[in-house]
């Protein structure tokens, strides 16, 4: 290893790192030995900036949940109908999941095994929740079908949103990320809105 790799190593590249070995290998399937060979420093090196691979991956977690909990922040998530605020949301998580592509592939693979994967699902959850409830007062509006029970179309639309983390790849030809979020909303709302 030469000192120029030592130079450009910060701790934002080695969570960077560490995500993309978390995403092949799996957390509970990397080592610190594979960070530290996939970062090109010593494993002292990591231990100088993180106590070890859970402070890594609470890290990674974090990024992720905080850029979607910063959407239900967003003015268009607060105020106005709740339909628009529902739209709103949706295109904003389509747009956070590919610009932090990574970090939210990782959260959606926790399974609970630790202490910071039972957190991350927690606050999941939370979100999860949050984004339910907009569906809800959507529905007892009338703006939204109401003959698709509540919980069930916001697992199916999670679920059409969450999959994208297994195909959407930015530096292969084809939609855009604008464009997936744009399509995500047309079907989506298609689907869910009266005529």
């Given at each position: 290893?030469?000192?120029?790799?030592?130079?450009?190593?910060?701790?934002?590249?080695l969570l960077?790192v560490?995500v993309q070995?978390f995403?092949e290998?799996?957390?509970?399937?990397?080592?610190?030995?594979h960070l530290?060979?996939?970062?090109g420093?010593?494993?002292s090196?990591?231990y100088h900036?993180v106590?070890?691979?859970e402070e890594?991956?609470?890290?990674?977690v974090?990024?992720?949940?905080d850029?979607?909990?910063a959407?239900l922040?967003e003015e268009?998530?607060?105020?106005?109908?709740?339909?628009?605020?529902?739209?709103h949301?949706?295109?904003?998580?389509?747009?956070?999941?590919i610009?932090?592509?990574?970090y939210v592939?990782?959260?959606?693979?926790?399974?609970g095994?630790t202490e910071?994967?039972?957190?991350?699902?927690?606050?999941?959850?939370?979100?999860?929740?949050?984004?339910a409830?907009l569906?809800?007062a959507?529905?007892a509006?009338?703006?939204?079908?109401?003959?698709?029970?509540?919980?069930?179309?916001?697992?199916?639309v999670?679920?059409?949103?969450?999959?994208i983390?297994?195909?959407?790849?930015?530096?292969?030809?084809g939609?855009?990320?604008?464009?997936?979020?744009?399509a995500?909303v047309?079907?989506?709302f298609a689907?869910?809105?009266?005529?």
């Amino acid at each position: 290893m030469t000192t120029a790799r030592r130079d450009t190593y910060t701790p934002e590249t080695l969570l960077s790192v560490a995500v993309q070995v978390f995403n092949e290998r799996g957390y509970d399937g990397t080592s610190m030995e594979h960070l530290s060979r996939a970062a090109g420093i010593s494993k002292s090196s990591i231990y100088h900036h993180v106590s070890g691979k859970e402070e890594l991956l609470r890290r990674a977690v974090s990024r992720a949940l905080d850029g979607l909990f910063a959407i239900l922040e967003e003015e268009p998530a607060r105020v106005g109908r709740p339909v628009g605020r529902l739209e709103h949301v949706v295109r904003r998580m389509v747009e956070v999941l590919i610009a932090e592509l990574p970090y939210v592939t990782l959260l959606l693979r926790v399974r609970g095994n630790t202490e910071t994967e039972r957190w991350a699902l927690e606050r999941r959850r939370d979100f999860d929740h949050r984004v339910a409830e907009l569906l809800k007062a959507a529905a007892a509006d009338g703006d939204v079908r109401g003959d698709v029970e509540v919980r069930l179309a916001t697992r199916l639309v999670f679920g059409m949103i969450n999959s994208i983390v297994e195909w959407y790849r930015p530096d292969v030809r084809g939609a855009s990320g604008p464009e997936v979020a744009d399509a995500v909303v047309r079907l989506v709302f298609a689907g869910l809105r009266r005529a």
